[in-house]
């Protein structure tokens, strides 16, 4: 903690540590494996693979989020190529193909992601940790393979992360398809004051009477207001099959059942007027 405090402490004021994948290998990887100082000293040198990934933010120099190390791979099996990834209660596992890292038109090195499981494989969780290793793909960087040895290469440059948990797609559509406002029975709006001069939209399945009663038709139901029952009531009548008398200047004066053979002005002896 005390070479953690010492690091912080010569940083400028509002330093982030957000290297580019290039920079990393160009900077700060080759300058590690060629015994040369990085710009600054907060990548530590650790074994990440003796530890379990929530144990190593207490193990950086710097960083909230992410965390950078310097680790040596060895191998699994003696004679082979592929590294040893275990940890005390999981392992890492590669994801996806690996990414080249080129400074300019050069090939300068390689990055691999992988995610980390707890248990034993193949039977592992997965978690939510990941790692970004890079590695160096210039021959004169590499370390030169001792027989019998178990080292695979001296270092590694290692960016440690936890996945942050985002909302799920599901309350996401909940969300936006819930109604922001509703019009009430008794004609009162609840929706909010920002949305006041957005067009209202009708119900499609409601009858003329209904949309009359509410209060957002305004001056419409003042002015059908008078013509509103005698229209009802000559629709229903016309409906029943009830014959209307039409008045050249009166219009519709009189419904009555259907009767064949009277005349126009008389029904039953009686004239409608004179």
Request: proline fraction near 8%.
């Amino acid at each position: 903690m005390d070479a953690k405090r010492c690091s912080s402490n010569n940083l400028p004021p509002g330093f982030r540590f957000h290297p580019t994948d290039e920079e990393l290998i160009i900077h700060y990887l080759k300058n590690q494996a060629m015994s040369k100082p990085c710009p600054v000293s907060i990548i530590p040198e650790i074994d990440i693979y003796k530890f379990d990934p929530w144990q190593l933010p207490d193990k950086a120099v710097f960083g909230e989020n992410e965390w950078y190390f310097f680790t040596p791979r060895d191998r699994k099996y003696p004679n082979g190529i592929r590294p040893n990834r275990a940890t005390l209660s999981g392992y890492w596992k590669a994801t996806g193909t690996d990414k080249s890292i080129y400074s300019g038109a050069k090939y300068v090195g390689i990055k691999k992601a992988l995610v980390f499981y707890k248990g034993r494989p193949p039977k592992g969780s997965k978690t939510d940790w990941i790692m970004h290793e890079y590695r160096l793909t210039e021959t004169k960087h590499l370390p030169i393979k001792q027989h019998g040895s178990m080292r695979l290469d001296d270092w590694v440059l290692c960016r440690i992360y936890k996945k942050r948990h985002v909302v799920r797609v599901e309350e996401k559509t909940e969300e936006l398809a819930s109604p922001q406002g509703q019009l009430s029975i008794g004609g009162e709006s609840n929706v909010s004051s920002d949305q006041n001069q957005q067009p209202l939209k009708f119900p499609r399945s409601q009858s003329l009477s209904y949309l009359l009663d509410l209060d957002y038709l305004g001056p419409i139901a003042h002015l059908l207001n008078d013509n509103t029952s005698y229209n009802e009531s000559f629709d229903h009548q016309t409906s029943m099959g009830s014959n209307v008398i039409m008045d050249p200047n009166m219009g519709p004066i009189l419904s009555y059942p259907n009767t064949i053979g009277l005349s126009y002005h008389q029904i039953n002896g009686n004239p409608f007027y004179k």
